[in-house]
């Protein structure tokens, strides 16, 4: 219950209380924290953060959200080489109030995604695709780290 209050501060505060809360755990005291997280099966808040943009992303390409509250994204009419068929616009940004935007960072990560993932038709089975296709990612115990590349692992069935 905690968490989801906290998780609209800095992630690397909400990280720290999350630290401390997994070091109360007597007999897992002793291990680092990356240890501790894989050891509770517990993510760390960026990959959280970052899995709750994607289902964001999906939501709104596929019109789960009412039009007019929606982030307006722009899809990539142009490229058909790699990634989904719902590849989205990079927009270039001159400042970083704008850089940081959700509609700017989520791109490259969503444009990532293989086709059989972003067609699927529901949000838990794009979620379950989601955790599936990232479970080797580093981010996913290690704060520091981040996405890297994509992963070559069968996606949905």
């Given amino acids: 219950m905690v968490r989801l209050h906290l998780e609209y501060g800095n992630s690397g505060d909400i990280e720290k209380v999350q630290k401390i809360a997994t070091k109360l755990i007597i007999s897992l005291k002793h291990l680092p924290y990356t240890e501790i997280l894989k050891q509770l099966m517990l993510p760390t808040v960026k990959y959280r953060s970052l ?31 790699r990634g989904n068929k719902y590849k989205l616009q990079k927009s270039s940004c001159h400042y970083n109030i704008r850089k940081y935007s959700f509609s700017s960072r989520v791109v490259n990560m969503w444009n990532s995604l293989p086709n059989d993932m972003v067609e699927t038709d529901t949000i838990n089975t794009f979620k379950n695709c989601l955790d599936k296709y990232w479970s080797i ?21």
């Fill in 51 to 81: 899995r709750g943009d994607m289902i964001k992303v999906f939501k709104i390409v596929n019109n789960f959200y009412h039009l007019q509250a929606a982030v307006k994204l722009n899809f990539n009419t142009f490229s058909t080489t």
């Fill in 137 to 157: 990612q580093d981010v996913l115990c290690n704060f520091n780290a981040n996405l890297i590349g994509t992963v070559s692992l069968p996606i949905c069935i």
